[in-house]
């Protein structure tokens, strides 16, 4: 079974630039979820999708962060304008159901550097 | 506040050792209970869940407890060895499924 997917692994930018980061979940998953992990620090749930809809939002900065997951498969998360402060490690993951008790399954992350 | 807090300090223990990591959860009421694992340059990995009626949980060498009068979770790993250096994460989810966040995570190191 393929795990998750997303693309770019590293992404150097200069703040005030945009970016975009592509995820893939597990096939048949229906919920997706987004994480900034700051180095040295656990990750933080930026967005919670079930399906194509979305069910927690209320950590992402919507000012400059959105996301969406159109026809409840892939997903992308876009920061414009960035910061230097989005600097982080931005993590995809997927489970089964939206119960709390399926285990969620990560990517490899995507590594962003904002100079 | 909600917090979850788990020790930032690394944990360095000999191998052959229990090693025994804490997460401590504030102003919340988690349903259930997570613990991940987490290596350099990788994304978390699922080790245990625990749900908020079971006081103990085991897999293999992993024990996790959960006391929700302390409002604390352990989680403990016996014969530990090199290869479980790591961070480890523990994360709270409420009864409509809702994950507070992870917490900071704790590393470490099973020196041989």
């Known amino acids: 079974e393929a795990g998750v997917a997303q693309s770019p692994r590293y992404k150097i930018i200069e703040k005030r630039q945009s970016v975009a980061f592509w995820c893939n979940p597990i096939s048949g998953h229906a919920t997706l979820y987004w994480y900034q992990q700051i180095l040295g620090q656990g990750p933080k749930l930026l967005i919670q999708f079930q399906n194509n809809g979305v069910v927690d939002d209320s950590q992402l900065p919507k000012d400059r962060f959105s996301a969406e997951r159109l026809k409840g498969v892939d997903s992308t998360l876009k920061i414009q304008p960035a910061k230097l402060e989005d600097s982080a490690v931005y993590l995809c993951a997927s489970s089964g159901q939206f119960t709390g008790q399926e285990t969620q399954y990560f990517g490899p992350g995507t590594r962003l550097l904002v100079l | ?112």
């Open chain 2, 1 to 112: 506040s909600q917090k979850i807090e788990q020790n930032s300090e690394a944990l360095n223990i000999q191998e052959g050792k229990t090693a025994t990591l804490t997460c401590n959860y504030t102003n919340y009421s988690p349903a259930y209970l997570q613990w991940y694992r987490q290596d350099p340059g990788r994304g978390p990995v699922f080790l245990l869940l625990i749900r908020e009626n079971e006081k103990e949980k085991r897999k293999e060498r992993l024990k996790v407890t959960f006391d929700t009068t302390l409002k604390q979770s352990l989680f403990h790993i016996t014969a530990s060895q090199p290869a479980d250096s790591a961070t480890y994460l523990c994360a709270p989810i409420n009864n409509a499924g809702n994950m507070l966040t992870f917490g900071g995570g704790t590393r470490l190191m099973v020196k041989p």
